[in-house]
Nanobody, 115 residues
Framework: QVLLVESGGGLVQPGGSLRLSCAASSKLSNFYAMAWYRRAPGKQREEVAHMHSGGATRYADSVKGRFTISGDNAKNTLYLQMNILKPEDTAVYYC?????????WGQGTQVTVSS
């Protein structure tokens, strides 16, 4: 069993920044891939950022140039740096990790962008 615990969400003004963290109970190198998803009210869940174990990354078009996914193997922690936040970024953000064909999910952290 893998535990993923997100933190770092909160209320921020438009144009501001937040850094989300996802603490894993296993070394990041044990995962085939890790990603951040979000679910906004009334909308489908969408993948925001994805990182393969080899280091390749991909981003949703809506966040390219503003969000950065990264991992710290020493801390077993995945990050999502979010800059130039917009009201439409408001959502619950989830960390996921894939290992052995199984996807593990965190409980989510709320991000609200509002003035």
């Amino acid at each position: 069993q893998v535990l993923l615990v997100e933190s770092g969400g909160g209320l921020v003004q438009p144009g501001g920044s937040l850094r989300l963290s996802c603490a894993a109970s296993s070394k990041l190198s044990n995962f085939y891939a890790m990603a951040w998803y979000r679910r906004a009210p009334g909308k489908q869940r969408e993948e925001v950022a994805h990182m393969h174990s080899g280091g390749a990354t991909r981003y949703a078009d809506s966040v390219k140039g503003r969000f950065t996914i990264s991992g710290d193997n020493a801390k077993n922690t995945l990050y999502l740096q979010m800059n130039i936040l917009k009201p439409e970024d408001t959502a619950v953000y989830y960390c996921t990790a894939e290992r052995g064909g199984t996807d593990f999910w965190g409980q989510g952290t709320q991000v609200t962008v509002s003035s």
